[in-house]
């Protein structure tokens, strides 16, 4: 049995239930990953951006003061709340 096959697959294969392979299959990806060891981080270490959404760039008490209620919900820059998708390196401009 390979190691790339779906639980479909391998219930298919031993003749048994989806739902049994997939209790199977969980219990051993989740030994596999409490043994892998946590990276070690050396020299030069590259990270992305990070936007996080919390009122006026993480001061709700600007927001109320331009008359806003809630902070980044209510916003005009994110009118839906939430995460706001990531901009292109093009309309940073």
Known sequence: MGLNLSNAQIAK??????????????????GIVSKKPSPTLRDEVECDEVYIVA?????????????GKGGAENSKANPGGGRLPPKSRQSLG
């Open 55 to 67: 009122g006026h760039k993480g001061k709700p008490e600007e927001v109320v003061k331009k008359g």
């Open 13 to 30: 294969e031993l003749d048994l239930n989806k739902d049994d392979v997939q209790q199977m299959t969980a219990q051993l990806r989740q």
